[in-house]
């Protein structure tokens, strides 16, 4: 889950993993799997960045600095 924030400045949770695609019209609409859309104030960089970090965060072994063991 990221937060992002509505053009009226609420702030929104959103599944990231439900992200289908993100554009930059000039302002960010997130599509989401189901169709639903949302316009926001971050820039599909910071989305990017947010998502990554997520993912990092459930996944233990992809931490920064942290390699892997096989």
């Given at each position: 889950?990221?937060?992002v924030?509505?053009l009226n400045?609420k ?5 990231s993993d ?5 554009e930059a ?10 169709g639903?859309k ?11 960045r ?5 993912k990092?965060?459930?996944?233990p ?7 892997p063991?096989?």
């Amino acid at each position: 889950m990221i937060e992002v924030t509505r053009l009226n400045g609420k702030k929104l949770v959103i599944n990231s993993d439900l992200i289908e695609t993100m554009e930059a019209t000039p302002d960010t609409v997130i599509t989401l799997t189901g169709g639903n859309k949302y316009v926001v104030v971050e820039s599909t960089d910071e989305l990017i960045r947010k998502v990554a970090e997520y993912k990092r965060f459930c996944h233990p072994l992809f931490r920064e600095g942290e390699i892997p063991k096989e």
